[in-house]
């Protein structure tokens, strides 16, 4: 089952408006128009859509909140900004099929009352910036985009902004303030920015791979979508494989998909003896060989201990040492923390000291309790999910493999003599 990859599959399919079109593109803009935005709604909602970023908050509701909001103007804001090591999937989506982004984005637009949309792209999306911007324009010549879209009363355009590399410009408050042209940093949420968003105003903002299931919504029904994998959370979902698994890369899946079956099946196995997954890239917490029958829908990878995020699965074989991934995801969430709160500022500068000391033979026992206790302030307090998922790593490495901190700590060696103890 193929939602959102269907075309850029098929042999022969390229980024122009022509093959499109010739696809039945844009047909979910014609019929949107047809019956108006609270069909269009009710739709969303029937099929249980919820966000694709992480956050899985339903995404009918969210379109909802900002049309009935008495604000305007109103904004649509796409995240494209994909900062997740091990992320690749909105950039396939992107270079290879940008108007089902474009038309899912006018859609939506019509749907809440926005005249203007903004699409966040990670600034290192050099290819992929020129190939949006030519969609663009070519929607624009065609009439899906600009003035009086398809001869109807409704307008809408959108604009390309280019991110700076900041991690935390995935949060989505982080975002609209760089959006904005300030430094990226989380506001304090509520309000929400459904209805304080960009400038202030109503804004639904959603990822690429959220807005590119509306046209199929649209076209086929709510019905349908809902009943595609996952009771919990239906539809299907774009995994990003990588790591060492022998056929990496991103594959369309009913959510309904075991751990298993996506390693063992469409990853072609691990390479060497599976250790551990990390299912949402580095700000998941680890799952085992013995996690490997989980359901790969939101609920279910919560249940398990972790956290499915943006589909980031990382496969770790057994030649890595814990120790030194924990220190590596530690040092990544310090580089990327953008100061603002205390919590997540120090706590993730402290955890890499911490973990420094200890992958250099130079750590303390009482090191491990400090990190946990460093982790659990740091969920509690910090300001955005940035600093509340900084160490999840860590502390799962730190209660699944125990033995492996601790011969750092008491034996002064890596049993596998990756870190350099001294």
Same mark, same amino acid.
């Given at each position: 089952?193929?939602?959102?990859?269907?075309?850029?599959?098929?042999?022969?399919?390229?980024?122009?408006?022509?093959?499109?079109?010739?696809?039945?593109?844009?047909?979910?803009?014609?019929?949107?128009?047809?019956?108006?935005?609270?069909?269009?709604?009710? +739709? %969303?909602?029937?099929? =249980?859509?919820? !966000?694709?970023?992480?956050? $899985?908050?339903? #995404?009918? &509701?969210?379109?909802?909140?900002?049309?009935?909001?008495?604000?305007?103007?109103?904004?649509?804001?796409?995240?494209?900004?994909?900062?997740?090591?091990?992320?690749?999937?909105?950039?396939?989506?992107?270079?290879?099929?940008?108007?089902?982004?474009?038309?899912?984005?006018?859609?939506?637009?019509?749907?809440?009352?926005?005249?203007?949309?903004?699409?966040?792209?990670?600034?290192?999306?050099?290819?992929?910036?020129?190939?949006?911007?030519?969609?663009?324009?070519?929607?624009?010549?065609?009439?899906?985009?600009?003035?009086?879209?398809?001869?109807?009363?409704?307008?809408? +355009? %959108?604009?390309?902004? =280019?991110?700076? !590399?900041?991690?935390?410009? $995935?949060?989505? #408050?982080? &975002?609209?303030?760089?959006?904005?042209?300030?430094?990226?940093?989380?506001?304090?949420?509520?309000?929400?920015?459904?209805?304080?968003?960009?400038?202030?105003?109503?804004?639904?903002?959603?990822?690429?791979?959220?807005?590119?299931?509306?046209?199929?919504?649209?076209?086929?029904?709510?019905?349908?979508?809902?009943?595609?994998?996952?009771?919990?959370?239906?539809?299907?979902?774009?995994?990003?494989?990588?790591?060492?698994?022998?056929?990496?890369?991103?594959?369309?899946?009913?959510?309904?998909?075991?751990?298993?079956?996506?390693?063992?099946?469409?990853?072609?196995?691990?390479?060497?003896?599976?250790?551990?997954?990390?299912?949402?890239?580095?700000?998941?917490?680890?799952?085992?060989?013995?996690?490997?029958?989980?359901?790969?829908?939101?609920?279910?990878?919560?249940?398990?201990?972790?956290?499915?995020?943006?589909?980031?699965?990382?496969?770790?074989?057994?030649?890595?040492?814990?120790?030194?991934?924990?220190?590596?995801?530690?040092?990544?969430?310090?580089?990327?923390?953008?100061?603002?709160?205390?919590?997540?500022?120090?706590?993730?500068?402290?955890?890499?000291?911490?973990?420094?000391?200890?992958?250099?033979?130079?750590?303390?026992?009482?090191?491990?309790?400090?990190?946990?206790?460093?982790?659990?302030?740091?969920?509690?307090?910090?300001?955005?999910?940035?600093?509340?998922?900084?160490?999840?790593?860590?502390?799962?490495?730190?209660?699944?493999?125990?033995?492996?901190?601790?011969?750092?700590?008491?034996?002064?060696?890596?049993?596998?003599?990756?870190?350099?103890?001294?």
């Amino acid at each position: 089952m193929k939602v959102i990859l269907k075309n850029i599959e098929k042999e022969g399919y390229s980024p122009a408006i022509s093959s499109y079109i010739g696809e039945g593109g844009y047909a979910a803009l014609r019929q949107a128009l047809k019956i108006g935005p609270e069909k269009i709604l009710s +739709e %969303i909602k029937k099929s =249980r859509l919820v !966000g694709r970023g992480g956050a $899985g908050f339903p #995404t009918g &509701l969210k379109w909802e909140f900002a049309r009935k909001s008495r604000e305007f103007p109103r904004y649509v804001v796409c995240n494209a900004d994909e900062g997740e090591p091990g992320t690749f999937k909105d950039r396939l989506i992107l270079a290879r099929d940008p108007y089902l982004l474009i038309e899912a984005m006018v859609i939506c637009g019509f749907t809440i009352g926005a005249e203007k949309g903004f699409i966040y792209i990670r600034g290192e999306y050099f290819e992929v910036y020129e190939i949006l911007q030519k969609a663009i324009r070519e929607a624009e010549e065609y009439h899906f985009l600009g003035r009086n879209i398809l001869g109807s009363d409704f307008s809408f +355009e %959108i604009d390309l902004y =280019r991110g700076a !590399g900041a991690y935390v410009c $995935g949060e989505e #408050t982080a &975002l609209l303030d760089s959006l904005e042209g300030k430094k990226g940093q989380s506001r304090v949420k509520p309000p929400f920015p459904t209805f304080v968003g960009f400038n202030n105003k109503p804004t639904v903002l959603n990822n690429v791979e959220t807005f590119a299931n509306i046209p199929a919504i649209i076209l086929k029904g709510g019905e349908w979508f809902s009943r595609i994998g996952s009771e919990l959370s239906p539809g299907t979902k774009l995994y990003c494989l990588s790591g060492d698994v022998n056929t990496p890369g991103v594959y369309e899946l009913p959510t309904g998909i075991s751990l298993r079956e996506l390693i063992e099946k469409y990853g072609n196995g691990v390479q060497g003896k599976l250790k551990a997954v990390l299912p949402g890239g580095v700000s998941s917490g680890l799952l085992l060989p013995s996690d490997l029958d989980v359901a790969m829908d939101y609920p279910s990878v919560q249940e398990a201990g972790s956290i499915l995020g943006s589909g980031a699965v990382i496969i770790i074989n057994d030649t890595h040492c814990m120790v030194d991934l924990a220190k590596r995801c530690a040092e990544f969430f310090d580089y990327e923390s953008c100061g603002k709160c205390t919590p997540c500022r120090e706590g993730t500068k402290r955890a890499r000291e911490i973990l420094t000391n200890i992958t250099r033979g130079l750590g303390e026992v009482s090191d491990l309790s400090l990190l946990k206790e460093l982790q659990e302030v740091m969920f509690d307090t910090s300001r955005c999910g940035l600093g509340q998922s900084a160490l999840n790593a860590v502390r799962s490495s730190l209660e699944k493999f125990p033995g492996e901190f601790r011969e750092h700590i008491l034996e002064k060696k890596c049993r596998l003599g990756i870190c350099p103890m001294k």
